[in-house]
């Protein structure tokens, strides 16, 4: 069951209100966990059981497409990259010094809880979805929409053919661009800045940063994300990973799951609880 909680954070406790409720039952239960001296609530993301996920076919769009729009949870990495990936510890082909930034970085320090991006490929345990936006010439920018927000920041796939800028401006999302191939959708995206981690582990990478993503709907609840990184500024080599994101579960009354709003906000006392240094005085996740 999804529900909305109002987090209140005070010298490291943790109170929460239910303040709606939304689908069924059969939902996880709240659980509250502890990283760095700050304590996050689980309410968990419902979503569509392997049982299901074959019983229903797969949707197309009126084009003909398949519909891969979603909303999703998961199909990225959070805690550890290299993991979430599908590889064995020590298998991510780090570079010397950034293998050794990532080991001095503290998850209390990542950017991500200073309302800053997180960026690709990272997910976190919120819905998300791709929007679709139409032309008299068909499709022409996908948006891909994370219900944590990031402060309003979203992400832009051009569809309408258009290549990389010449020079692009490193930005958090970069630029990226897209095509189909059959029933894949692929994206390639180049002109990332190096601010964002790759995981609360503190994996790093570089300007150098070119990744593509290909998005197969598996079948009715599953969505796959083959990812390639190539980035020699920081790995020796191209790195591809796998991942699996699963359908949100539809609202048993009318039949569909959206996300819901989140506002991340500076200063103010998330932050200040987990001792999060040089962002102001905190900052808050309020849901």
């Known amino acids: 069951m999804k529900r909305a909680l109002l987090v209140s954070i005070v010298a490291g406790s943790v109170s929460a209100a239910l303040l709606s409720a939304q689908g069924g039952g059969g939902g996880a239960q709240n659980s509250i966990s502890q990283e760095g001296g700050v304590g996050y609530i689980n309410p968990g993301s419902p979503t569509v059981s392997e049982a299901d996920s074959t019983k229903f076919p797969i949707p197309r769009l009126p084009d003909g497409k398949i519909d891969i729009t979603g909303p999703w949870v998961g199909g990225g990495s959070n805690g550890d990259i290299e993991r979430d990936g599908g590889l064995k510890p020590g298998e991510l082909p780090l570079l010397p010094w950034a293998r050794e930034l990532r080991d001095k970085r503290l998850k209390k320090d990542e950017p991500y809880t200073a309302c800053l991006p997180m960026s690709v490929p990272r997910v976190n345990p919120y819905p998300w979805k791709f929007a679709m936006s139409y032309t008299s010439k068909g499709l022409s920018h996908i948006y891909i929409l994370h219900e944590t927000g990031d402060a309003g920041a979203h992400r832009v796939v051009y569809m309408d053919?258009?290549?990389h800028p010449e020079n692009p401006i490193p930005t958090w999302w970069g630029h990226s661009i897209g095509r189909w191939e059959g029933d894949t959708l692929v994206v390639d995206t180049v002109g990332y800045n190096?601010?964002?981690w790759f995981d609360s582990r503190g994996t790093p990478h570089t300007e150098q940063l070119h990744t593509v993503e290909r998005f197969t709907r598996l079948n009715y609840g599953r969505l796959r994300n083959q990812f390639t990184l190539d980035d020699p500024g920081a790995f020796s080599r191209p790195v591809a990973l796998n991942f699996t994101a699963r359908l949100l579960r539809p609202d048993p009354r009318t039949g569909v799951g959206d996300l819901m709003?989140?506002?991340?906000?500076?200063?103010?006392?998330?932050?200040?609880?987990?001792g999060i240094q040089g962002i102001g005085s905190g900052t808050s996740n309020q849901k």
């Open 194 to 196: 190096d601010k964002f």
């Open 261 to 274: 709003e989140f506002i991340c906000l500076e200063d103010n006392q998330y932050g200040v609880a987990g």
């Open 161 to 163: 053919g258009r290549p």
